[in-house]
DNA sequence: CCCTGATTCGC
DNA sequence: GCGAATCAGG
């Protein structure tokens, strides 16, 4: 049984607030998750938004979004999408930062699988998996090589699709990471 | 070949 | 209204 994403107004104000900013429509569909790019474009030709890229003159270098907006997107990520398979997951109890060690090292050398990276580098076939606190610039995406057909990577989908049987008091703590 | 948005048209 | 297929271009 899919959630049946539709155009909730959630993912309409997510959706023109990230065209307004000048992100191409094939970032916006995979920062939304469950549609395609052809898919924005049509919603965004719809809701009469178009205008970027129309004969004549060419826009191409789109401004790189204010901080601000990034981390509202990010935020408007974790609560739009993460939530069904990971309700109790999305509503952590922790909002504050919790590591004695505030930084986990933005860029260390190179260890196994994950890559976490910004709401900006997420490809379509990249894990959505939130890390860190949404409202700090250092909160990051998983990144790591998506299932495909699944918004996360195998480690984060064991954890996200946990039969809700199986799942009785608390099999794993929630913890982004 | 990667990407961009624009348009059409069956659903 | 929706979005895949297609078009036109960078």
Redesign the pocket.
Known sequence: MEPV???TDDR?ALLRRL?ED???????AAQLG??????????????G???????GE?A?A?APPSKSVEIETAIAVVETQAPEPVAILAHRPAPEFPAPAPVPAPEPVALAVSQRVTIMDL??SMCRWPLGDPTTPEFRFCGARSITGLPYCTHHAEIAYQPAAERKRDRRVASFR
Do not use: C, D, F, Y
């Open positions: 994403l539709g155009w309409v065209w000048g992100q191409s429509a094939s970032k916006i469950g549609v395609t790019r052809n898919a924005v474009i049509g919603k965004v030709h719809r809701l938004l178009a205008g970027r890229a129309r004969g060419e191409p789109a490809r379509e």
